[in-house]
């Protein structure tokens, strides 16, 4: 499990429920239902910090480990 924040919001303009992990940039994900978008989220950050590492970028802390 992360500690990143992560902000579920509404969109109208998509209509559908939007998730960020604004620690980590880029890293958004969308669901029908707000338990579907923090599931998707959750992959994508899995899969951007795997990404990360493999080209030797770095991952921030999160602010939630402090």
Aim: aromatic share 10%; net charge negative.
């Amino acid at each position: 499990m992360y500690r990143y924040e992560v902000v579920i919001y509404w969109s109208n303009a998509d209509a559908t429920f939007v998730a960020e992990a604004a620690e980590l940039p880029g890293c958004m994900a969308h669901g029908d239902t707000q338990e579907v978008a923090l599931q998707n989220i959750k992959e994508a950050m899995a899969l951007w910090i795997d990404t990360a590492r493999e080209f030797g970028d770095p991952v921030p802390e999160p602010k939630g480990s402090a």
